[in-house]
C-alpha cells in the first residue's frame, strides 16, 4: 500500500511530538507500506514567523512573505527525516522546490496545478519514507508560494491523488469528525462515515477539521480520507463519496462565530440595486454569506447580509464610501455579537421537515432567529452570539444526534 | 555600477541592524548602482538550528543537515527584502534553488560550480535590489547543500565573478584587515590594502576576516575584494592582486589557538614511514599542518605535526589503532596548549633576515619555539599557548607594524 498521512503543527511542536509521529509512519513502514509524510510548520512557527515580518513590514509583500514562511515547513521536514534516520528508518525530507509542487502565481492563496511524482516515486522505491513540506508551492516565476488556510491538508490529498496512494490519512488533535464541536455540544459524538459534501458543508460551517479546498480536491479526485487523531489509535472518520451508514437526516451541528451582519438601510427599491452593492463587495474581495432582502416598505428596503469579522471593517468602508453616490441609501451598521448555527445532512433534502424541527428546538430553548439561509443539505441560522452554544445543544438534542 | 554586498550574521541579528544594512544597500541603489546582496543567517541561528539537529539525532545526515540549516538564510533575506520595500525601494529575495546556485554534490561542504545570472540580471534591470541566501547552494541531485564555514563570502565573490561585478564588499564587525588581532595586540594598525596571497595565508592563520575559499576564488576570477566594516564607513582594506603600497617586508602578525601537537616517537627510520603515518591521518580527512621530522637517533626517529584541536582525538585514535601494526612506534603524544604564531608579507620571500628577526624578538620576550614551518610569504613558530599573545605583540613590535 501507498500510505500518505499529514500531521499538523501540533503533532510536530516539539522533539517528543516529532518522534510520535515518526514512530507512527515506522509502523506503517515496517508493515510493508510505502509511506509519504506531509507535515506543516512546528506549533505557532507559521505566526512566529509573521510575526517577525510585521515588526520589519506591516505591509509586505505577499511574495516576501510566501518566501519566509516556506522556512516553517522546511524545518519540520528536515527534523522528521533525521528523527526517522535515529530510529533506523532511512528516510528523506523534500521541499516545494524539490518536488516541484506546481502552483498558480498568487501569492498567500495559490491553487495546486500539478505535482511531479518522478523523485517521489524513486525515494519510495529505495524505501525509504519520504516527507514532504505541506502548505507551499512554486510558481511559474520560479517562486514560493503558500495554499492558504489549510494548505497542508490540500497538499496531502493532492500529493495521494497524484500518486493514486491506497490511502489518505489526515492526522488532527481530535479523534474525528463529530456531530457537533464537543467543546460546545459536550455529548457530541464522533461520526465513523461522512460524504464528501457534508464534509465541505460542515467545513465551510467553522467546524474546522478539514478545509474546504482539501474536501474538494478528495472528491474531485476521488481520494478517500480518514480524519483521525495523532494523539491515540482510535479508528477516525473516513470521508468518501456515499456514506454506507442508513441515511441520516443530519449528520452534524456547526456553529461559526467569525460572523458579523451588516444591515443597509433605506434603499432605493428599483433593479441593480443589490447588485451593485454586493458589485462593490466583490470588487474588494470580500465573500458574502447569508442575505436577507426586505420587502418594500414606503419606497425602499433594507438589505442584511453576513461576513467574516475581519472582512467587517473593510465592508463597512467599502458601503460608507458608496452610500451617498451609485448607492443611495440611508443608513448602514454592523453588529459582530452574531453567530452561525447549521445543521448538515445528505439525507436532508429528501426531508421537508427537517428546517422546521431546527427552527422549533430553537423556539423551545428562546433563542431569536435573525436570518435564514439554506442549501440541498444544510440549514444555516444566524443568532445572537451569546445564545450560540445553548442554540448548538438544543439542535443536536433535537435530532437526538448523540445517540 | 555593479555592486555585490555581502553581511554576515550578526549584521542582520536583530531588526535594527536589518535596516541599518537596507539603508546602507539603498544608498548605493539611489547612486544609480545595480545591488546585489548576499546574507548569512540572522545572528547565531545557524547554531540554534544546530543544536535542534543534534537534539533530535546527534548524528543526523550532512543532507538533512543542509535541508535544516538553509531556512537561516532562507529567513534573513525574506526579511531584508520587506525592510527595503518598506523603506520605498523594490526587493526581491532569491534563494540557491531560484537563483540555481550550482555546486558539488557533497553536503556540508560543497563547492560552487556555476551560478545562473539570468534571473538576478533581470530583477536587476527592473531596478530592484536582489538580495540572495548565502552559504547555500543546489547539488545535482536537486538538494540543498552548503558551503563550509565562511560560506557566504565565497558565495558573494562567486557571484561578483559571475555577474562581472564592478565591486564586491564584505561586511564585518571589524573595520578591516589588520596587521595582528587588536584584541591580542592592542596597537594593530588597519592596513588599507592587502594582496590575495597574504589574506590567503592570515586566513589560513586564523586571522578570521575571510575565509580561505572566498579569497581563492577571488583571486582566481580576480575580483577585488573591500573588507570594511558594516557598523561605520571608514574605508575598510582592499584585497588584491599587487599591492600598490611600497613593498612591506611583514604586512600582518596572526594567531591560532585551533591547534594541537602529536608526536610520534620511536618510528623505523625506514623509507615509506612517514608516508604511512600520514597516509592513515588523510584515510580519515585530518588536515595536517606543521610537520617536524627528528633526525635518527638509536635506530628510530620521531615526527611530530600539528592538528585544529577538534580533530586531535580523531588522530590519536588513528594512530594508536596503527600503532602496533602498520606503524610500529613507541609512543603517541598531543598537547593541545600550543597555538601558532606567524608573520605574513609579499615583501618576506626576497629578504633573507626576516625569519631571523622573529626568532630574535621571541627569544628576546623569553618566548620557547616548538617548531617552525614556513612558506614563500609566511613563518610560522608554535609556542606555548600561555605565551601567545606576548609573542605577537613582541613580533608586531620588531617590525613596527604600528607606525
Not at 460546545?184 to 465551510?204: C, F, G, H, Q, W
Not at 443539505?377 to 445572537?384: A, D, F, K, P
Given at each position: 500500500?501507498?500510505?500518505?498521512?499529514?500531521?499538523?503543527?501540533?503533532?510536530?511542536?516539539?522533539?517528543?511530538?516529532?518522534?510520535?509521529?515518526?514512530?507512527?509512519?515506522?509502523?506503517?513502514?515496517?508493515?510493508?507500506?510505502?509511506?509519504?509524510?506531509?507535515?506543516?510548520?512546528?506549533?505557532?512557527?507559521?505566526?512566529?514567523?509573521?510575526?517577525?515580518?510585521?515588526?520589519?513590514?506591516?505591509?509586505?509583500?505577499?511574495?516576501?512573505?510566501?518566501?519566509?514562511?516556506?522556512?516553517?515547513?522546511?524545518?519540520?521536514?528536515?527534523?522528521?527525516?533525521?528523527?526517522?534516520?535515529?530510529?533506523?528508518?532511512?528516510?528523506?525530507?523534500?521541499?516545494?522546490?524539490?518536488?516541484?509542487?506546481?502552483?498558480?502565481?498568487?501569492?498567500?492563496?495559490?491553487?495546486?496545478?500539478?505535482?511531479?511524482?518522478?523523485?517521489?516515486?524513486?525515494?519510495?522505491?529505495?524505501?525509504?519514507?519520504?516527507?514532504?513540506?505541506?502548505?507551499?508551492?512554486?510558481?511559474?516565476?520560479?517562486?514560493?508560494?503558500?495554499?492558504?488556510?489549510?494548505?497542508?491538508?490540500?497538499?496531502?490529498?493532492?500529493?495521494?491523488?497524484?500518486?493514486?496512494?491506497?490511502?489518505?490519512?489526515?492526522?488532527?488533535?481530535?479523534?474525528?469528525?463529530?456531530?457537533?464541536d464537543p467543546r460546545v455540544v459536550p455529548n457530541a459524538r464522533k461520526l465513523d462515515e461522512i460524504t464528501y459534501d457534508e464534509m465541505l458543508e460542515l467545513a465551510s460551517l467553522g467546524a474546522g477539521v478539514l478545509h474546504n479546498r482539501s474536501v474538494e480536491m478528495a472528491k474531485k479526485y476521488g481520494v478517500q480520507l480518514v480524519v483521525r487523531s495523532?494523539?491515540?489509535?482510535?479508528?477516525?472518520?473516513?470521508?468518501?463519496?456515499?456514506?454506507?451508514?442508513?441515511?441520516?437526516?443530519?449528520?452534524?451541528?456547526?456553529?461559526?462565530?467569525?460572523?458579523?451582519?451588516?444591515?443597509?438601510?433605506?434603499?432605493?427599491?428599483?433593479?441593480?440595486?443589490?447588485?451593485?452593492?454586493?458589485?462593490?463587495?466583490?470588487?474588494?474581495?470580500?465573500?458574502?454569506?447569508?442575505?436577507?432582502?426586505?420587502?418594500?416598505?414606503?419606497?425602499?428596503?433594507?438589505?442584511?447580509?453576513?461576513?467574516?469579522?475581519?472582512?467587517?471593517?473593510?465592508?463597512?468602508?467599502?458601503?460608507?464610501?458608496?452610500?451617498?453616490?451609485?448607492?443611495?441609501?440611508?443608513?448602514?451598521?454592523?453588529?459582530?455579537?452574531?453567530?452561525?448555527?447549521?445543521?448538515?445532512?445528505?439525507?436532508?433534502?429528501?426531508?421537508?421537515?427537517?428546517?422546521?424541527?431546527?427552527?422549533?428546538?430553537?423556539?423551545?430553548?428562546?433563542?431569536?432567529?435573525?436570518?435564514?439561509?439554506?442549501?440541498?443539505?444544510?440549514?444555516?441560522?444566524?443568532?445572537?452570539?451569546?445564545?450560540?452554544?445553548?442554540?448548538?445543544?438544543?439542535?443536536?438534542?433535537?435530532f437526538a444526534l448523540a445517540n
Amino acid at each position: 500500500m501507498l500510505i500518505v498521512k499529514k500531521f499538523g503543527g501540533t503533532s510536530v511542536a516539539n522533539k517528543e511530538r516529532i518522534f510520535n509521529v515518526a514512530k507512527r509512519c515506522i509502523e506503517d513502514y515496517k508493515n510493508g507500506n510505502q509511506v509519504v509524510v506531509v507535515l506543516s510548520a512546528m506549533g505557532k512557527q507559521t505566526d512566529v514567523l509573521l510575526d517577525m515580518a510585521k515588526d520589519i513590514n506591516p505591509k509586505a509583500s505577499r511574495r516576501e512573505l510566501d518566501m519566509l514562511l516556506t522556512t516553517g515547513e522546511q524545518t519540520s521536514v528536515a527534523l522528521m527525516a533525521m528523527a526517522m534516520d535515529s530510529l533506523g528508518v532511512p528516510a528523506v525530507s523534500m521541499n516545494a522546490f524539490q518536488v516541484q509542487m506546481h502552483t498558480t502565481e498568487v501569492y498567500g492563496n495559490a491553487r495546486l496545478k500539478r505535482i511531479d511524482t518522478e523523485r517521489i516515486r524513486n525515494e519510495l522505491d529505495n524505501r525509504r519514507i519520504v516527507v514532504i513540506t505541506g502548505f507551499q508551492g512554486v510558481n511559474k516565476f520560479d517562486d514560493y508560494t503558500t495554499l492558504g488556510r489549510g494548505g497542508s491538508d490540500t497538499t496531502a490529498v493532492a500529493l495521494a491523488a497524484a500518486l493514486h496512494a491506497d490511502a489518505c490519512e489526515i492526522y488532527t488533535d481530535v479523534d474525528g469528525v463529530f456531530t457537533a464541536d464537543p467543546r460546545v455540544v459536550p455529548n457530541a459524538r464522533k461520526l465513523d462515515e461522512i460524504t464528501y459534501d457534508e464534509m465541505l458543508e460542515l467545513a465551510s460551517l467553522g467546524a474546522g477539521v478539514l478545509h474546504n479546498r482539501s474536501v474538494e480536491m478528495a472528491k474531485k479526485y476521488g481520494v478517500q480520507l480518514v480524519v483521525r487523531s495523532s494523539l491515540n489509535t482510535s479508528e477516525g472518520t473516513v470521508v468518501k463519496e456515499e456514506s454506507k451508514m442508513e441515511k441520516m437526516l443530519v449528520s452534524g451541528v456547526a456553529t461559526d462565530k467569525n460572523v458579523a451582519q451588516i444591515s443597509v438601510e433605506g434603499l432605493e427599491n428599483k433593479p441593480g440595486v443589490a447588485f451593485k452593492l454586493f458589485q462593490h463587495l466583490a470588487n474588494h474581495n470580500i465573500n458574502v454569506d447569508m442575505i436577507l432582502q426586505s420587502v418594500e416598505h414606503g419606497g425602499t428596503q433594507d438589505i442584511s447580509f453576513t461576513v467574516t469579522r475581519d472582512q467587517a471593517d473593510t465592508a463597512m468602508e467599502t458601503l460608507d464610501r458608496h452610500a451617498n453616490t451609485s448607492l443611495k441609501c440611508e443608513k448602514t451598521t454592523v453588529n459582530a455579537n452574531v453567530a452561525k448555527v447549521s445543521i448538515v445532512g445528505a439525507g436532508m433534502m429528501s426531508n421537508a421537515g427537517v428546517a422546521a424541527k431546527m427552527f422549533e428546538a430553537l423556539y423551545d430553548a428562546g433563542v431569536n432567529i435573525l436570518q435564514i439561509s439554506t442549501s440541498e443539505i444544510r440549514v444555516s441560522v444566524l443568532v445572537e452570539e451569546k445564545f450560540v452554544n445553548e442554540a448548538a445543544q438544543a439542535v443536536h438534542d433535537a435530532f437526538a444526534l448523540a445517540n
